[in-house]
């Protein structure tokens, strides 16, 4: 696609359920990088995933947080009995290697009521 | 594992006047340096990126940044800002072969 994509743009939810967010890379990345912005935390690295090699997770916070990478391409978050501090946006990323700069989706905006 | 510390975390200038948002990282092999803006509304978006060469660096929008190794530093500047500047910008850091690491972001307020 012309560039990465990422779906709901907004999901509000209610406190305990489950949610997953999606992220569609841009053609033939093979780097998908996920983020969690909130007012004055910037940009918290969640997951890292770079082509077959096991995924670095070691931004997510809790458990409760969990990612996949089908086929090399569309990645989906999943946040599992979700809190009111869950309360960001999403921001997932791409790149064509290692190392190189990320491309950014939109976000998605997710609020927990 | 890599850090990023950015000094400012609000900026107000007016018109016309000279920025500079101070970067420094912490990691001691060789990095890719990244400055991001991210503008009203907008998603985020490379502004200038180093990665090797020469350490001063020109961007887009008139932005410039110079990596100072000794330092550890990326800073970023801009001799004449203008009220179009106002945006967050996030510098970010990433060893090679691993994953991108941003800091926490500087929101500049340009005043007309």
């Known amino acids: 696609g012309a560039g990465v994509s990422q779906s709901p743009s907004n999901k509000v939810t209610e406190k305990g359920k489950d949610v997953e967010l999606r992220c569609d890379p841009i053609?033939?990345?093979?780097?998908l990088y996920w983020y969690r912005q909130s007012l004055g935390q910037g940009l918290e690295f969640l997951i890292y995933?770079?082509?077959?090699?096991?995924?670095?997770k070691s931004g997510l916070p809790s458990d409760r947080f969990s990612a996949e990478r089908t086929g090399g391409s569309v990645s989906t978050l999943t946040i599992q009995r979700t809190q009111q501090e869950d309360s960001a946006v999403y921001l997932c990323?791409?790149?064509?290697?290692?190392?190189?700069?990320?491309?950014f989706g939109q976000g998605t905006r997710l609020t927990v009521v | 594992a890599q850090s990023v510390s950015q000094h400012n975390h609000h900026v107000i200038l007016s018109e016309a006047a000279s920025l500079e948002l101070g970067c420094n990282y912490s990691?001691?092999?060789?990095?890719?340096l990244f400055w991001y803006v991210q503008y009203p509304g907008q998603h985020l978006q490379l502004l200038l990126k180093?990665?090797?060469?020469?350490?001063l660096v020109k961007g887009i929008k008139g932005f410039e940044a110079e990596f100072i190794k000794s330092k550890f530093s990326f800073n970023l500047r801009k001799p004449s800002v203008q009220w179009s500047d106002t945006a967050e910008y996030f510098c970010?850091?990433?060893?090679?072969?691993?994953?991108?690491?941003f800091g926490k972001g500087t929101r500049l307020h340009i005043l007309p």
């Open positions: 053609s033939g990345h093979t780097a």
């Open positions: 970010a850091v990433n060893a090679r072969g691993d994953k991108i690491i």
């Open positions: 990691y001691g092999g060789t990095v890719n």
């Open positions: 990323a791409s790149s064509s290697q290692q190392g190189t700069e990320a491309f």
């Open positions: 180093y990665f090797s060469g020469d350490p």
């Open positions: 995933f770079q082509g077959n090699s096991a995924p670095d």
